[in-house]
């Protein structure tokens, strides 16, 4: 990794650790969440990074993948247990970040707490020598000496200039790592989540993130504004997840187009993911650089 990367990934983090910190202040009963997650985009924006996935706020039994839409009234609830999820990306070098707070109650500090140590834990022993199914160990038995479970598939994941997910996870239980191990400067961003449910998450509605899809299917687009629109959809977000409220503000008579583009395969949609048995669920996550003897946390 040459210096500019470095600096970029550095950069990245501390920007994104700042968005998560300074929504943590915006998270209060009675605020709108399409407030909130507007709000920490134009921060992340203001620092001079890029947006590399829309502000994921997922509250209670959901564990991951929703974002506002552009005319959601959605409210914070006194009791709310909030996972705040950001990321930002300086030339589509990426950090991930995300922490949960529990809205003026305390019912779930210790499930907090789970989530926490479990990623103090691992990359407290993250390096180039541990076997995956060993961070998974470390992760696993941290959550459940709180006695909660961790979420099986839900997994950290390798970061790559301007891919989210770029390969390689890294588990939260022993049973599905395996004795590879991360090389030298690979990017990841950990993040164990604990439940007092059945510790499986399932797909829900529509999280309102999309993705282009880079697939053949486009070529055969026959519909011209289809195909133009496609065009520019994948031309400003490029193969980062954008949000169906910035998908509005360019193209705010398009909603029917955006569905064709779904039906043809050219668009993907993240389901929600919700915890199977309705149990809550608590996130922690930060981006580390890995080293030979360790790893740097960048967020």
Request: aromatic share 8%; hydrophobic share 40%; glycine share 8%.
């Amino acid at each position: 990794m040459d210096d500019a990367v470095y600096e970029n990934y550095k950069r990245a983090g501390k920007i994104a650790a700042d968005a998560r910190d300074f929504g943590v202040s915006l998270l209060k009963p009675g605020m709108q969440l399409l407030d909130v997650a507007t709000t920490i985009e134009t921060r992340i924006i203001k620092n001079g990074a890029g947006l590399a996935f829309p502000v994921n706020i997922a509250l209670n039994t959901l564990a991951a993948h929703y974002s506002p839409r552009h005319d959601d009234s959605l409210v914070f609830q006194k009791g709310d247990v909030v996972k705040l999820d950001v990321g930002a990306h300086i030339d589509g070098y990426i950090a991930d970040t995300a922490i949960t707070i529990e809205l003026e109650t305390h019912r779930y500090d210790d499930m907090i707490r789970a989530s926490d140590e479990a990623l103090t834990k691992v990359i407290e022993v993250l390096s180039t020598h541990l076997p995956l199914h060993e961070a998974g160990k470390t992760i696993e038995n941290t959550i459940t000496s709180h006695g909660y479970k961790p979420i099986e598939n839900l997994m950290g994941h390798g970061l790559k200039r301007y891919q989210l997910h770029s390969g390689i996870s890294i588990p939260n239980v022993a049973a599905l790592g395996n004795k590879n191990t991360l090389k030298e400067e690979d990017v990841v961003a950990i993040e164990p989540f604990a439940t007092n449910g059945t510790g499986h998450v399932i797909s829900g509605e529509g999280s309102n993130i999309y993705l282009c899809k880079d697939s053949m299917k486009a070529k055969f687009i026959r519909d011209n504004k289809t195909k133009a629109l496609f065009t520019k959809i994948k031309n400003h977000f490029g193969t980062l997840p954008f949000a169906q409220r910035w998908y509005h503000d360019l193209f705010p008579k398009d909603e029917i187009v955006m569905k064709k583009l779904l039906f043809l395969g050219v668009m993907k949609h993240y389901p929600q993911l919700v915890e199977a048995k309705g149990g809550i669920v608590t996130q922690r996550e930060h981006t580390v650089i890995v080293r030979e003897d360790g790893c740097e946390v960048i967020t």
